[in-house]
């Protein structure tokens, strides 16, 4: 049974995992704006697409956030101080795109429609970026001072092992958002969505490959839990979910393409998660890194949030199951729905 601290570790992992997999297909939609659809229709098909549901997916970063602060609150600390000209760059791009769904279709104006559509693609592909570039710089160690606070700057978050975590996350919100549109449109606007996942697959598996070779150099204390055995179980899982993936794309079964692809990407993030452990995030050049038992809230605090956690989840899963359920057929174009 893993102690308090250990378990808020994996929630906010699973958190992570919630939000990668659900407005990682939103994200990869407004990437794909300017790409799949051809006139307007059929932007308007893609942004009802998501229109639904995209509110509702960016709840799990302000879950996770709120779970970081209160469970790891040195963490928080740390890293949002670190990453703050970055950080603020995401939420105006969040903010950003969540104005261009909301402001696109209420005027006809050809001009007006365009430069909505250019803030929806800028204000998806930034967060992707961003979002992987962070968990890389976190993932390959920070250089923290005496007082365990942040002592580099932003040009040395701008790695090439984080740039490259970041054009792997880019790719997989990609293909995420690829095969959303599979289930969500049809016609010959399903048929770009499923050449756009057959070139975002492999991308997407390359960069895999490339960042897990670069870690052996420049991110080593990775693979040092993968001494044991047992742990090479998440890779396994991570392995046959995007083969699982690929083979689906092929063979053109929506649904089991995207359950594969949203696996894959959980398996990823448990790769990850077995890579940092005992540390939230590892220290470098020497410097003592944070980890979950020494950055972690009193067990008081940690007790009273998974209560919480246990009543109020089930709930969370409950509805986003009902939600996708509902929402899990083709959107019909032409439909007047907004958007």
Known sequence: MPDLATT?????????????ILDGFD????????????????????????????????????????????????????????????????LVALILRAVALEFRHHLADAGWRRTWDLAFFAGSALPALLLGVAIGNVARGLPFNAEAQYAGG???????????????????FLMQGALWLTIRTQG??????????????????????????????????????????VAWAVPLVFVAAALATGGAILARRASLAFVASSASIAALIGILGVGLYPNIVPGRD??????????????????????????????????TAFIYRHFWRPVEQGAEEGY
């Open 27 to 90: 994200l990869g939609v407004g990437m794909l704006h300017l790409v799949v659809a051809r006139d307007d229709e059929e932007r308007s098909v893609l942004m009802r697409a998501i229109g639904p549901v995209w509110d509702g997916n960016e709840v799990w970063l302000l879950t996770m956030g709120g779970a970081l602060f209160a469970a790891f609150p040195v963490v928080y600390a740390t890293v949002f101080s670190g990453f703050y000209l970055a950080l603020f760059v995401l």
């Open 188 to 229: 010959p606007l399903r048929d770009r969505a499923w050449r756009m996942a057959i070139l975002a697959w492999p991308v997407f598996v390359a960069l895999w490959l490339a960042i897990t070779a670069y870690a052996r150099l420049d991110a080593g204390h990775l693979w040092n839990n993968y001494a044991n055995p």
């Open 286 to 319: 020497g410097a003592a890194g944070l980890t979950v038992s020494g950055a972690a809230s009193s067990d008081l605090t940690l007790t009273v949030m998974l209560v919480i956690a246990l009543i109020g989840m089930p709930l969370v899963l409950g509805y």
């Open 154 to 172: 932003l040009v040395g978050l701008l790695n090439p092992f984080s740039l490259l975590v970041g054009l792997a996350a880019v790719a997989m």
């Open 8 to 20: 808020w570790f994996i929630l906010v992992g699973v958190l992570l995992v919630g939000y990668a």
